[in-house]
């Protein structure tokens, strides 16, 4: 299939990209990142936009470390985000779920910016920036704005993103002692989640100090899981209290808003959501500083 007719525009700057999306603010406008959804959607799926600006940005194909955060550029594909040592070593959760999108090539084209701009509701770096508590930064043509990525996330292809803004990075706080882990199902064919969940866990005096738990593919859009989170604060983590904390999970996402589709019902993605937090959870209690073992 080919894709209807468009404007192709090259932007090699921020604020070229900028120029761009300002000159056509009257028309219908896809950024051009990794390409790995846009284009099969341009293609297939009917999206049809006037105009294309292709970034081609080296400054937002960055990873810098800092302190106590790790700023990732927007065009950074998942495969330089998994081979990071700076990422591996300070926050590791969004570098191995980088590792888990996909196959090969969409990891060495497909990019963070674009993926958290695309919010699939399968996709797997959400989870990960949700659990990281990340921020998403963003450029528009009066200056910046910065969205908690609790914030961001607003339903299937939604997000807090508004017209003639570009997403230029994501800002992940570095997790310390913390147990982090992801677990998905993944989808047979695609890769995608079919569900996943993302957990960061710290303890100290050999309870549960404090935990971020995510989830993926499980409804519209990635989630927190509060309801998880608050059920394993100052118990001891062990299988017996991961197990119980992940029955929680259903009191976060109501039965009805499951996703429903040809490759599991809503009902299956509800026991995979709850096996999947206690998969990340366990793993995540593994890891942990300080933490005994769980068996
Ligand atoms: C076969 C297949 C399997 C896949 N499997 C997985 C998987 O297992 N897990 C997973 O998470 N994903 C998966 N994906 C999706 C893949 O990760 C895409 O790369 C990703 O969703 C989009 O990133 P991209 O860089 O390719 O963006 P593009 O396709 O270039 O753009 C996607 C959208 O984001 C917008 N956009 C892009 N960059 C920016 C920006 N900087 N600022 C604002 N808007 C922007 C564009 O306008 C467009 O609407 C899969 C895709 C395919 C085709």
């Not at 980088?98 to 996709?123: F, K, M, S």
């Not at 920036?129 to 914030?151: M, N």
């Amino acid at each position: 299939m080919f894709p209807a007719d468009f404007d192709y525009e090259r932007a090699t700057s921020v604020d070229e990209a900028m120029d761009l999306l300002d000159d056509h603010a009257d028309a219908e406008v896809e950024i051009l990142a990794g390409g790995h959804s846009l284009v099969p959607a341009m293609k297939t799926e009917g999206r049809s936009p006037d105009v294309v600006v292709d970034l081609d940005v080296p400054a937002l194909d960055a990873i810098n470390a800092l302190d106590d955060r790790t700023v990732v550029g927007a065009l950074t594909t998942y495969a330089d985000i998994a081979d990071s040592r700076a990422l591996r070593a300070n926050a590791p959760l969004l570098a191995e779920t980088a590792a888990e999108v996909g196959d090969l090539q969409i990891r060495n084209r497909g990019t963070i910016g674009g993926n958290l701009a695309e919010a699939h509701p399968g996709a797997d770096p959400p989870a990960a920036v949700l659990a990281s508590d990340a921020t998403i930064l963003l450029r528009h043509r009066d200056g910046k704005r910065e969205v908690p990525a609790t914030e961001f996330f607003r339903g299937d292809g939604e997000t807090a993103v508004e017209y003639g803004e570009l997403v230029t990075g994501v800002r992940v706080p570095h997790t310390g002692d913390a147990g982090v882990a992801y677990a998905k199902k993944t989808h047979p064919a695609t890769g995608y989640a079919m569900v996943g969940a993302a957990a960061v866990v710290e303890v100290a005096e050999e309870a549960v100090s404090r935990a971020r738990v995510a989830a993926t593919g499980a409804v519209d859009r990635a989630v927190r899981l509060p309801s998880v989170e608050d059920a394993l604060v100052g118990e001891r983590l062990d299988s017996e209290a991961i197990d119980a904390a992940a029955s929680e999970a259903h009191a976060d996402i109501d039965s009805e808003r499951l996703r429903s589709d040809p490759y599991a019902s809503g009902e299956f993605r509800g026991e995979l959501l709850e096996t999947y937090v206690a998969r990340a959870l366990e793993s995540a209690a593994e890891r942990v500083a300080g933490n005994p073992p769980t068996a």
